[in-house]
């Protein structure tokens, strides 16, 4: 298994070799936000950056080229906006030997290409829905960004995205109509995870619970229409990923905390992880010490195998969640104050 780790200095690409895991750094001096991999050409591996834009890698991730940054005036359709927050590259959605690609921005707004970076198309009227005026992310009120892009596994052109903070939309049609978020649903999903067993279920990790505890974790079983909030055996409420076993979809890890916000004494709530079953509540089956972990993810190549990624680097559950183990990964001081941004998964 590869691990792709966005940072704030670089991208760190993580493989076994001979037994023992590797750690290259790419990108450096870099605020890496976002990473996608190609599902039609695993090869091929998009990064977005803050305030350096778009960049593409056809080998894995050992070179990187920049892409995306046509001048928007000149008609050959590029991104006007170099801070690249969300990517996703549909797996139902082909054009030649890839997946279109979808780009998210901060500010919030959204693009497609179906070419591989080359052009761009803006869809407008994402920035149009009803609540995007009430759009802000409470650090930078003035502003907001595009956290998550989910195409859906199973229909083509279906696509739900995360603003955070303030909605979660879904499109019908490949982003050229988008309906707005839904009374009750999620207003801060921080990642929302689909299952290729499962059609119409959205697993959403959200940030909602900080304010409404309860609502941390909210699932969808109608595609986006209408959500619920099994919370049960939950006692943290802030939850920033989730993850699914790869064949089972009511086996289910999330990461989560009291609160992302400094505690009296300068520090931060140590986060645990929770998992769940079929019939079952929610069971913490590990509280992280000394770390914030952060995000959790699987891989259709390792069923009832989860990896996590906190600050003192990489873990490991290979009975679906139920324990973990650090990875041996060569993780520096320097690395743990790097602040990683997102764990994406790749074949070797």
Known sequence: MKLYIPTMGRLLVAEQQDGKWQLASYLVGMQ???LAIDPFHPERVYCGTYRRGLWRSDDAGRSWEPIGDV???TGQGGIPFGNITAIAVSSTERFGEHGVVYVGTEPSALFRSQDGGATWQELSTFRELPSASTWSFPPKPATSHVLCITPDLHVAGRIFVAVEAGALVRSLDGGAHWED???NGPIDTHTLAMHPNAPDRLYSAAGDGLFTPGKGYQESSDGGLTWQCPDEGLSEHYLRSVAVDPTDP???VISAATTPLPLPDG???????YRKTQGEPWRKVWQVRGTMLLY???HAAEPGVFYALGFGGGYRSSDAGLTWEQLALPWSRELAQQFPQALVLGDD
Do not use: G, H, K, W
């Open 267 to 273: 520090t931060f709530a140590e986060p645990a992880l």
């Open 296 to 298: 959790v993810a699987s």
């Open 71 to 73: 001048p928007f005036n």
């Open 181 to 183: 978020r839904v009374p």
């Open 32 to 34: 890496v936000m976002s």
């Open 250 to 252: 009511d086996t289910i």
